[in-house]
């Protein structure tokens, strides 16, 4: 089942992930031996997610030190950071990426030995993907709150077990909801351009068992102004305290749009550590992509030879278009996270 499902998973000093890039054709697991080749696997986005990338910078973090061929504090303390800049280059929008390679930094720091720098970095990496899922399903709980019986879900992107080291977010709410006996059905836009709604969401709910249509992504706003959706829900890479402004994968402005228009509630779920205390919005990096993933479709052109395209990956939802924020800690508006900003200073 879907809900038992784990990305990645650490294993005799090697760490395995599932290859999402040849979701739902097949399932294979990469076996991943170093942080160089954990970094690659974040950027071709075998793993992908922001809790997942997050848990996965932090094993391949620790790869980086158990791995290594020295007992010597300063040499590991020094491989270690040479391995988070590598990581830190891979994908530049995600926060989770980097609160996870500072927090492992931070515990290695700490160690007084060789020895204790390794098994600090191994035992901080393990804890945070068992943390991610308690994590999850919290937000599934709190989340479920929002959800009633009979409502039909849009949801953008993977936001499910699969974005995460298990269980997921905006589909955590989901499967919360359908789990408490609820009576609820999804609509999954494919989000263009790497299809992760059609490859990937659609195969969780189905697995699942939970009811879901696939629609392409033009086609939300006109099941909105025929009432076939009465929820959006969708996931974050980056939520800014400051102000409330969501970054998330491109097409959930388009999404909020319709759906303020519309009148219908538009969740955000993530988790905590997703909330971006430090920069304000005009200091956010969007990743601009390989213009081949809009071009090609499975390596096959669907654009004539010469035409020019471009590549976001995520785009930003300002905080008037967002009806909740859900988090482990609870629900939150999205002017609240202002005041939660002040309190964490």
Not at 23 to 28: A, Q, S
Not at 154 to 183: E, F, P
Not at 248 to 268: D, E, R, W
Not at 275 to 302: A, G, P, Q, S, W
């Amino acid at each position: 089942m879907v809900k038992e499902l784990r990305t990645i998973w650490w294993s005799k000093n090697n760490v395995f992930i599932i290859d999402q890039r040849l979701l739902p054709y097949r399932v294979k697991y990469l076996k991943i031996r170093d942080h160089k080749q954990m970094a690659k696997a974040i950027k071709d986005m075998a793993i992908r997610g922001a809790p997942a990338i997050g848990v996965a910078a932090a094993m391949g973090l620790a790869l980086a030190v158990v791995n290594a061929k020295t007992e010597n504090k300063e040499v590991l303390m020094e491989k270690l950071e040479r391995a988070a800049e590598i990581i830190r280059s891979t994908r530049p929008t995600a926060v989770n990426l980097f609160w996870a390679i500072d927090r492992i930094l931070s515990i290695a720091r700490t160690a007084s030995s060789g020895r204790e720098l390794r098994e600090k970095v191994l035992s901080e990496a393990l804890r945070m993907a068992e943390e991610d899922i308690e994590i999850n399903k919290k937000i599934g709980e709190n989340g479920s709150r929002l959800i009633n019986d009979g409502d039909k879900i849009l949801t953008h992107c993977n936001a499910g077990a699969l974005a995460t080291v298990g269980y997921g977010t905006a589909l955590g709410v989901i499967r919360s909801a359908y789990n408490q006996g609820k009576k609820i059905s999804v609509y999954a836009s494919e989000t263009r351009p790497r299809l992760q709604g059609a490859r990937l969401t659609a195969w969780e709910l189905v697995k699942e068992g939970i009811p879901v249509k696939l629609i392409t992504d033009n086609m939300a706003s006109f099941l909105m102004q025929r009432r076939e959706i009465t929820k959006v829900i969708v996931g974050a890479d980056r939520i800014i305290a400051k102000t409330g402004h969501v970054i998330n994968k491109i097409g959930t402005l388009t999404h909020a749009i319709s759906a303020k228009y519309y009148n219908i509630p538009f969740i955000v779920a993530a988790p905590f550590s997703s909330i971006d205390f430090k920069h304000t919005i005009d200091e956010v990096v969007i990743e601009e992509r390989d213009v081949r993933e809009v071009l090609y479709i499975n390596n096959v052109r669907i654009a004539p030879r010469g035409v020019e395209a471009i590549n976001p990956a995520f785009d930003i939802t300002p905080p008037d278009l967002i009806s909740y924020i859900v988090t482990e800690r609870g629900i939150y508006k999205p002017e609240d996270l202002g005041r939660v900003a002040e309190e964490t200073q």
